[in-house]
C-alpha cells in the first residue's frame, strides 16, 4: 500500500480516457477452458503475495479458469499508465484503486471535474456492488463513505490505514526511560523533552518525502473533530471544503495557526538530517537502531517491513496525540486499496465470486495480516501482531481522515496546504509565511 503523507485533495492520477462506457456481456460462473479472469492491483510484497495465494484457490475451486495478476509500481506514474490502459483495452475485470471518497465528489457550483476513481463512478464506468452479499460482510457505513456516490456503492474498500500522526516506538526504549504511551500533546512534547535531556534523538522521519506532513495533519484533523461522532467526518471535510470555496475560511484561520505551532514543537525533536531521508528506507533505517530514535513517524502499513528489518524488535504504534483532551485524540483511518468491478470487465459474474471468496472471513484475516491494513470488516480484526493491539482497542472512536478543501486542477501545490517541504526545519520558511502563502493560492487559484 504505502500511500504517501499529503494534504492534497485529489493525488494526481493519470488523466482518464474517454470512451469507456461499452459494457460486454458477462460469463458464466464456471468458465471455460480459456477463461481468463484478470485482476489487477500496485505492486506490494504482501498484497501480491496474498492475491497469488488466493488466486490459487480460485482456480481450484474453478476448473478451467486462469487468474491472471496486472501489476505496476506506483513509483513515476507506471501503475497509473497500467490501470488506464487495461481500461481502455477492455481487459481487466477486478481493479484495485485508491477510494476516491465521498469528498471526491465536489459540487456542481464549483465545476469541478472529479480524477481517478471517482471519474470511473462519475462516468459510469464501474459496477455498483451495494447489493452483492459479500457486501454484507463489511460496514456500510464506511464503504459508503470510501466509495459511495448518489446511493450507490463502486468497489469494496479492503484496506485503510492510520496514516495522519501515526507513530511507530520501540517498547524498551520506552520502558528503559519510564514512559508509556502518551494521551496528550503536552505528555509527548514532555516525553520527545526528556529524551532528548539524556542524548537521544526523540523521532525519525523521512523527510525527503514529506512524512513530516501526518504531524500538521494528525492535529489539524483532531482539532476539527474535536467533540464530533466520527460518522461526521464526510460531512466535515465537506462543510469546510464548501467554506474555503466561498471564502468564509481560509489557511490563516486560528486552528490552522495552533496545527502549525504545535507542528514547530514535534518538529524541535525529529533527525536533524531527516530531509535526507527516504520513505523507501526509513523503517528499515529506523528498526535497526534499537537505542536510538524510540519514535518514527509513518504509516501503519510498514509493520511487516519494520519487523523484517529486525525481528527481534518489540514494536508499538499509536497515533500521534494532538490536543490536550484524551478524549478528543482519536486514530484517523485513510482509505486504501478498493477493488472494483469495470463495467466493461469481460467476465464480471466470476469477478463477483472472486470478490465473495476474498471477502470469506478466513481469507480476509490472511489479507490484513500480510498487508498490515486496519480491518474494515467489523467481525474481523488484525490479530497476531503486538503492534495491532493498540490499534484494535482504539477503533471505537476512529474516524475517516479528512480530505482538503477542493483545489482547482492546475492550482499551485501551495493551494492545497501548507508545503511542508518548504517549511522549517525541512525548508527555510516560517510559519506565518507558508500559511499566508497557502491562502493567498488558494483565493487565487479559486477565483481563477
Same mark, same amino acid.
Given at each position: 500500500?504505502?500511500?504517501?503523507?499529503?494534504?492534497? /485533495?485529489?493525488?494526481?492520477?493519470? #488523466?482518464?480516457?474517454?470512451?469507456?462506457?461499452? #459494457?460486454?456481456?458477462?460469463?458464466?460462473?464456471?468458465? +471455460?477452458?480459456? !477463461?481468463?479472469? !484478470?485482476?489487477?492491483?500496485?505492486?506490494?510484497?504482501?498484497? =501480491?503475495?496474498?492475491?497469488?495465494? /488466493?488466486?490459487?484457490?480460485?482456480?481450484?475451486?474453478?476448473?478451467?479458469?486462469?487468474?491472471?495478476?496486472?501489476?505496476?509500481?506506483?513509483?513515476?506514474?507506471?501503475?497509473?499508465?497500467?490501470?488506464?490502459?487495461?481500461?481502455?483495452?477492455?481487459?481487466?475485470?477486478?481493479?484495485?484503486?485508491?477510494?476516491?471518497?465521498?469528498?471526491?465528489?465536489?459540487?456542481?457550483?464549483?465545476?469541478?471535474?472529479?480524477?481517478?476513481?471517482?471519474?470511473? =463512478?462519475?462516468?459510469?464506468?464501474?459496477?455498483?456492488?451495494?447489493?452483492?452479499?459479500?457486501?454484507?460482510?463489511?460496514?456500510?457505513?464506511?464503504?459508503?463513505?470510501?466509495?459511495?456516490?448518489?446511493?450507490?456503492?463502486?468497489?469494496?474498500? $479492503?484496506?485503510?490505514?492510520?496514516?495522519?500522526?501515526?507513530?511507530?516506538?520501540?517498547?524498551?526504549?520506552?520502558?528503559?526511560?519510564?514512559?508509556?504511551?502518551?494521551?496528550?500533546?503536552?505528555?509527548?512534547?514532555?516525553? #520527545?523533552?526528556?529524551?532528548?535531556?539524556?542524548?537521544?534523538?526523540?523521532?525519525?522521519?523521512?523527510?525527503?518525502?514529506?512524512?513530516?506532513?501526518?504531524?500538521?495533519?494528525?492535529?489539524? &484533523?483532531?482539532?476539527?473533530?474535536?467533540?464530533?461522532?466520527?460518522?461526521?467526518?464526510?460531512?466535515?471535510?465537506?462543510?469546510?471544503?464548501? $467554506?474555503?470555496?466561498?471564502?468564509?475560511?481560509?489557511?490563516? %484561520?486560528?486552528?490552522?495557526?495552533?496545527?502549525?505551532?504545535?507542528?514547530?514543537?514535534?518538529?524541535?525533536?525529529?533527525?536533524?538530517?531527516?530531509?535526507?531521508?527516504?520513505?523507501?528506507?526509513?523503517?528499515?533505517?529506523?528498526?535497526?537502531?534499537?537505542?536510538?530514535?524510540?519514535? /518514527?513517524?509513518?504509516? +501503519?502499513?510498514?509493520?511487516?517491513? =519494520?519487523?523484517?528489518?529486525?525481528?527481534?524488535?518489540? /514494536?508499538?504504534?499509536?497515533?500521534?496525540?494532538?490536543? %490536550?483532551?484524551?478524549?478528543?485524540?482519536?486514530?484517523?483511518?485513510?482509505?486504501?486499496?478498493?477493488?472494483?468491478?469495470?463495467?466493461?470487465?469481460?467476465?464480471? %459474474?466470476?469477478?463477483?465470486?472472486?470478490?465473495?471468496?476474498?471477502?470469506?472471513?478466513?481469507?480476509?484475516?490472511?489479507?490484513?495480516?500480510?498487508?498490515?491494513?486496519?480491518?474494515?470488516?467489523?467481525?474481523?480484526?488484525?490479530?497476531?501482531?503486538?503492534?495491532?493491539?493498540?490499534? &484494535?482497542?482504539?477503533?471505537?472512536?476512529?474516524?475517516?481522515?479528512?480530505?482538503?478543501?477542493?483545489?482547482?486542477?492546475?492550482?499551485?501545490?501551495?493551494?492545497?496546504?501548507?508545503?511542508?517541504?518548504?517549511?522549517?526545519?525541512?525548508?527555510?520558511?516560517?510559519?506565518?509565511?507558508?500559511?499566508?502563502?497557502?491562502?493567498?493560492?488558494?483565493?487565487?487559484?479559486?477565483?481563477?
Amino acid at each position: 500500500m504505502r500511500p504517501r503523507i499529503t494534504v492534497t /485533495l485529489l493525488a494526481a492520477t493519470a #488523466c482518464l480516457s474517454i470512451g469507456l462506457t461499452g #459494457c460486454s456481456s458477462s460469463s458464466s460462473g464456471g468458465g +471455460s477452458a480459456k !477463461t481468463t479472469l !484478470t485482476v489487477a492491483e500496485w505492486t506490494n510484497p504482501g498484497a =501480491i503475495q496474498f492475491t497469488e495465494e /488466493l488466486n490459487a484457490k480460485f482456480e481450484k475451486a474453478h476448473p478451467g479458469v486462469k487468474v491472471k495478476i496486472q501489476q505496476a509500481p506506483t513509483a513515476n506514474g507506471a501503475w497509473g499508465q497500467l490501470w488506464n490502459s487495461l481500461l481502455q483495452s477492455k481487459s481487466v475485470d477486478v481493479l484495485g484503486l485508491a477510494a476516491p471518497t465521498q469528498a471526491g465528489f465536489a459540487p456542481s457550483y464549483t465545476s469541478l471535474k472529479p480524477a481517478g476513481a471517482a471519474a470511473l =463512478i462519475q462516468a459510469g464506468q464501474l459496477v455498483d456492488l451495494k447489493n452483492q452479499p459479500f457486501m454484507k460482510n463489511y460496514s456500510a457505513t464506511d464503504q459508503a463513505a470510501a466509495v459511495g456516490h448518489n446511493g450507490g456503492v463502486y468497489g469494496v474498500m $479492503a484496506a485503510q490505514y492510520a496514516a495522519a500522526g501515526a507513530i511507530w516506538y520501540k517498547k524498551d526504549l520506552l520502558a528503559k526511560y519510564g514512559m508509556t504511551v502518551p494521551t496528550t500533546f503536552q505528555e509527548f512534547v514532555d516525553d #520527545c523533552a526528556k529524551l532528548k535531556k539524556k542524548g537521544i534523538t526523540p523521532i525519525f522521519v523521512s523527510g525527503k518525502d514529506g512524512m513530516q506532513g501526518g504531524v500538521w495533519q494528525g492535529v489539524e &484533523n483532531q482539532m476539527l473533530m474535536q467533540g464530533k461522532p466520527a460518522s461526521d467526518s464526510v460531512k466535515v471535510s465537506n462543510d469546510r471544503a464548501d $467554506a474555503f470555496w466561498k471564502g468564509t475560511q481560509s489557511w490563516t %484561520d486560528p486552528v490552522y495557526k495552533e496545527s502549525s505551532a504545535r507542528y514547530e514543537q514535534v518538529m524541535k525533536y525529529i533527525e536533524p538530517n531527516a530531509s535526507g531521508v527516504a520513505q523507501l528506507t526509513a523503517p528499515g533505517v529506523w528498526a535497526a537502531r534499537a537505542s536510538d530514535y524510540p519514535f /518514527l513517524l509513518d504509516g +501503519s502499513w510498514d509493520g511487516a517491513v =519494520i519487523q523484517k528489518a529486525n525481528p527481534n524488535l518489540k /514494536l508499538g504504534f499509536f497515533t500521534m496525540p494532538g490536543t %490536550d483532551t484524551a478524549s478528543a485524540n482519536r486514530v484517523s483511518l485513510r482509505p486504501d486499496l478498493t477493488w472494483m468491478v469495470p463495467t466493461s470487465a469481460k467476465h464480471k %459474474d466470476l469477478a463477483m465470486e472472486w470478490l465473495s471468496m476474498f471477502s470469506q472471513p478466513e481469507n480476509y484475516q490472511e489479507w490484513l495480516k500480510l498487508t498490515g491494513s486496519v480491518s474494515t470488516q467489523p467481525a474481523v480484526k488484525n490479530t497476531g501482531l503486538d503492534w495491532t493491539d493498540w490499534l &484494535n482497542s482504539h477503533m471505537d472512536g476512529a474516524f475517516q481522515q479528512l480530505a482538503n478543501p477542493w483545489v482547482p486542477a492546475g492550482a499551485p501545490l501551495d493551494a492545497a496546504g501548507p508545503d511542508f517541504y518548504k517549511l522549517k526545519p525541512i525548508g527555510s520558511d516560517s510559519v506565518d509565511t507558508i500559511l499566508n502563502r497557502s491562502a493567498n493560492a488558494y483565493r487565487k487559484s479559486v477565483k481563477g
